[in-house]
């Protein structure tokens, strides 16, 4: 999987957002979608999978009350969807409290972040492009 690349979408009156047909390309029939540092990200069930280990370097212990109540909280916040076959997905399917607090009316961006993707408002996307200025990625490229 490798996503790129940031496309505009509205939702459709009953709150589907069309995937790029890039990304679509590259995902079967589900989206698994958590909200996570400021987005709704959008993972394969594989690579939801995959990020979900990430958390535990040395392995999940079922015994460790931590890892499991962080498990535990990634896996209820994450809601998986199904692809449609015009290429959307159900973001009403995500409770209303998520799409609130992120701000995920009807216009939306969604973000290529080569492993995900990442859906946020457009006027958040906006106000992240506006205030990251070409210098602020040299100095992180670059040091």
């Not at 399917?93 to 998520?98: F, R």
């Not at 290529?112 to 490229?141: P, R, T």
Request: aromatic share 12%.
């Amino acid at each position: 999987m490798y996503l790129t690349d940031h496309y505009n979408r509205n939702l459709d009156v009953k709150s589907r957002l069309t995937l790029p047909a890039d990304f679509r390309k590259q995902f079967a029939n589900k989206v698994c979608l958590v909200p996570f540092h400021g987005a709704l990200c959008g993972f394969t069930p594989e690579g939801h999978q995959e990020w979900m280990q990430s958390f535990f370097p040395e392995g999940f212990d079922p015994k460790d009350k931590a890892q499991d109540a962080i498990r535990r909280r990634l896996s209820a916040l994450t809601t998986t969807v199904d692809i449609d076959t015009a290429g959307r997905i159900a973001l009403s399917k995500v409770s209303e409290q998520i799409r609130e607090k992120f701000g995920l009316g009807r216009e939306l961006e969604i973000v290529g972040n080569v492993d995900h993707f990442e859906i946020f408002s457009a006027s958040k996307w906006e106000q992240m492009q506006a205030s990251f200025l070409d210098e602020d990625f040299d100095s992180l490229l670059f040091g």
